[in-house]
Nanobody, 126 residues
Framework: QVQLVESGGGSVQAGGSLRISCAAS????????MGWFRQAPGKEREFVGA????????YYADSVKGRFTISMDNAKNTVYLQMNSLKPEDTAVYYC???????????????????WGQGTQVTVSS
């Protein structure tokens, strides 16, 4: 059973930076893609970005492109979301997710992902 545990959320002022982590366990992740999603109060969950475990390729939503960066540490089975130039509209619960058979793809749909973390709150104040 795959387990995903996010950490590193918190509060930051607009313009600041924050890095959140997703520790994965329970499987070999060779063909996996790891995605980040977020859900703001009263809104639907939306795609933020994704990375392929084997290829390291990434894809980002337009709303975060140039500000957010996804990286991974294979030795630690951990994926990171580095968030810079944060805006109040980035306030949300951030979730990591795993697609077990993505291979080279970076899926953007919630339905593509098989496993989800519990989420971590990120609050950006103006």
């Amino acid at each position: 059973q795959v387990q995903l545990v996010e950490s590193g959320g918190g509060s930051v002022q607009a313009g600041g930076s924050l890095r959140i982590s997703c520790a994965a366990s329970g499987r070999t992740f060779r063909n996996y893609a790891m995605g980040w999603f977020r859900q703001a109060p009263g809104k639907e969950r939306e795609f933020v970005g994704a990375i392929t475990w084997s290829y390291g390729s990434t894809y980002y939503a337009d709303s975060v492109k140039g500000r957010f960066t996804i990286s991974m540490d294979n030795a630690k089975n951990t994926v990171y979301l580095q968030m810079n130039s944060l805006k109040p509209e980035d306030t949300a619960v951030y979730y990591c997710a795993a697609d077990a058979d993505a291979r080279w793809r970076t899926p953007i749909g919630e339905g593509d992902y098989d496993y989800w973390g519990q989420g971590t709150q990120v609050t950006v104040s103006s």
